[in-house]
């Protein structure tokens, strides 16, 4: 794929969260088709970090699928290879971490996900994220949109929103969403304005 030598077009996304939430169909939908292994299971089904690549409007879009490096059960010495790989992965680009969580199943495991974000990735790394929630339809189904669904959640929750800058998208994994696609990339694109001109 023959994109500039510009950075400025070329970005990691960086698919994280815990299992079952649905990084990898959210990967899938990114690159508009089906590259990740995803089903529906509450065993893991990433077990290595991989990447694919696509073309959004003219930038180099490298989707990053990770396993999760977020479940207390899982040894130090595994998940420490797991952000080791990650980051190996990343190359030289701008990174944007997609933290994946299922609309209406936060657990206690996420409750400080975004310490654990930055014990892997550093201190910086909430102000690169942006908050990916999964299962859409539920919000539909409820007659919500985002911004009720942030007004009413776990409190929790609601702090991790915050400390994100509220850079939320929603995402239904099970049909094709060009439009939600655009909608997240505009979000990246934003925040990484914000972020080199800081």
Do not use: W
Request: hydrophobic fraction near 35%; glycine fraction near 6%.
């Amino acid at each position: 794929m023959k994109t500039g030598n510009h950075s400025d077009n070329k970005v990691n996304l960086v698919l994280l969260g815990m299992s079952g939430t649905g990084k990898s169909a959210s990967g899938n939908t990114i690159l508009g088709k089906k590259q990740f292994l995803s089903t529906a299971s509450s065993n893991l089904v990433t077990t290595e970090c991989q990447v694919e690549e696509t073309e959004i409007k003219g930038t180099c879009v490298r989707v990053i699928d990770t396993p999760d490096i977020f479940n207390d059960e899982i040894k130090a010495s595994v998940k420490n290879q797991h952000v080791t790989k990650c980051k190996q992965l990343l190359q030289s680009e701008p990174c944007v971490f997609l933290l994946v969580i299922h609309v209406s199943r936060f657990t206690d495991g996420e409750r400080d996900i975004l310490r654990k974000l930055e014990d892997a990735f550093g201190s910086r790394a909430e102000e690169q994220t942006v908050i990916l929630f999964t299962h859409g339809e539920e919000l539909q189904r409820a007659d919500m949109n985002l911004e009720d669904f942030l007004q009413d959640c776990n409190s929790d929750l609601k702090k991790i929103a915050e400390q994100c800058g509220r850079r939320c998208v929603v995402f239904e994994n099970k049909a094709s969403h060009q439009q939600k696609v655009e909608e997240l990339m505009q979000t990246v694109n934003r925040m990484l304005n914000k972020y080199q001109n800081q």
